[in-house]
C-alpha cells in the first residue's frame, strides 16, 4: 500500500513540474519552423520562384520555357546540378528537392522560365 502511494504522490509531483515547463498548459506552443534559407542568384534575370513558402518541405517545381524539351532538359539539369527529380519530368518541367545553391543556380538557367515552393505539377504552373 505504501509503494503505490509513494508511486502516486511520484506521478502528481511529475505531472506538476511538466506542466510548469510547459507554462502551466494554458496554452500549446509548437516550435517554429527553421527560415528557408535563399541565396542570391549570380544572374541578372533570375526566374521568379512562386508560391507560399514552407521551411519544412525542400521540393520545388520547375516549368521550362516554351519549346524546351522538358524530359531531355531536366536530365541535363539533373546531372549538372546533382539532384534528382520526383516523378520524373514532364514535357514542360519537374519537381525535385533541391538545396540553396542549386536553387539559385537554377533560376539562372535560361530553359528555366519559373519555379514554385513545394508546388504544383509542372502542367499546373501559370505562365504569367
Known sequence: ????????????????????????????????APPRIELIPACANPAPIVGVTDPRVRNYTILFRP????????????TKYSF????GASSNGFTAELDPAQVAALRCEPSIDQMAYGGPLPGQLNRN
Open 1 to 32: 500500500m505504501r509503494l503505490l502511494h509513494f508511486v502516486s504522490a511520484e506521478l502528481s509531483l511529475t505531472s506538476l513540474i511538466l506542466l510548469a515547463g510547459c507554462g502551466g498548459g494554458s496554452s500549446t506552443s509548437l516550435t517554429p
Open 67 to 78: 519549346l524546351i524539351s522538358g524530359q531531355a532538359q531536366a536530365r541535363v539539369l539533373a
Open 84 to 87: 534528382r527529380t520526383i516523378g
